[in-house]
């Protein structure tokens, strides 16, 4: 079984800072890209940023300069520095993983974290 834990969410006022955290548990698995993706109440649930096993990146136009996302050596934790906070950024944020598991497998599928709550005060 793979899982995936966030951590680092909360309140904070905007212009401030947040990093959000997410682990990737369990054995035998081989990740192929980590990102994360935020859903506000009332919208879809959309991306924020991915990081390759790469190392590329990807990232939201409304977030480009302010988020910035990255992996630990071992590939299996990701990072989201979220600077200069708004607060359209208040959403749950869900971190994301496409994966072979096992390792061996030719299927990729996508797993999700639970979620934390992120609140940006105006």
């Known amino acids: 079984q793979v899982q995936l834990v966030e951590s680092g969410g909360g309140l904070v006022q905007a212009g401030g800072s947040l990093r959000l955290s997410c682990a990737a548990s369990?054995?035998?698995?081989?990740?192929?890209?980590m990102g994360w993706y935020r859903q506000a109440p009332g919208k879809q649930r959309e991306l924020v940023a991915v990081?390759?096993?790469?190392?590329?990146?990807n990232y939201a136009d409304s977030v480009t300069g302010r988020f910035t996302i990255s992996r630990d050596n071992a590939g299996n934790m990701v990072y989201l520095q979220m600077n200069s906070l708004r607060p359209e950024d208040t959403a749950v944020y869900y971190c994301?993983?496409?994966?072979?598991?096992?390792?061996?497998?030719?299927?990729?599928?996508?797993?999700w974290g639970q979620g934390t709550q992120v609140t940006i005060s105006s």
């Open positions: 994301h993983a496409n994966l072979r598991y096992p390792m061996w497998s030719s299927r990729y599928s996508d797993y």
């Open positions: 369990g054995a035998m698995f081989s990740i192929n890209a």
């Open positions: 990081v390759t096993s790469g190392g590329s990146t």
